[in-house]
């Protein structure tokens, strides 16, 4: 069996998924959409995608965080993206994605602001 894409833990009622690869593209996607989908489909309604391991992702992977984000929400759930760096951040301001979903500086961050502790500052 493959080795996971996600590390995955609870942060007070928080999923936090942790993307453990630093290139996420071409052969990885397949992997990283079935691991998110399916924690979705396991009942996650509060979850926060934690890319700050991540160097760079196509189109492909970011069509997996949208699509993860419309499941979770269509479910009455929150979702949110922590952990950008400089180029991965670029790509989500440009695509505004900040509109959609909160956008944290780091875990800590979108943990609180998922639970309604903080907000998380405009893009």
């Known amino acids: ?5 996600l590390s995955v833990a609870d942060r007070g009622g ?10 996420l593209y ?3 996607v397949p ?3 079935a691991e998110m989908l399916g924690l979705v489909e396991q ?3 509060s979850m926060l995608v934690d890319l700050s391991g991540v160097d760079v ?3 492909s ?3 997996v965080v949208i699509l993860t984000y419309d499941r979770v929400t269509k479910e009455g759930g929150r979702f949110a993206v922590a952990g950008l760096g400089a180029i991965l951040k670029e790509l989500f301001e440009r695509m505004h994605l ?14 609180a602001a998922l639970n309604g502790q903080e907000n998380i500052p405009a893009q």
């Open 31 to 33: 992997a990283f959409r």
């Open 43 to 45: 009942g996650c309604r």
């Open 1 to 5: 069996m493959p080795e996971s894409m």
């Open 57 to 59: 992702m196509n189109s």
């Open 14 to 23: 928080v999923t936090v998924a942790t993307v453990k690869c630093r290139k």
């Open 26 to 28: 071409q052969q990885a």
């Open 61 to 63: 992977a970011l069509g």
């Open 98 to 111: 900040g509109e959609l979903f909160p956008l944290a500086g780091d875990v800590e961050e979108g943990v």
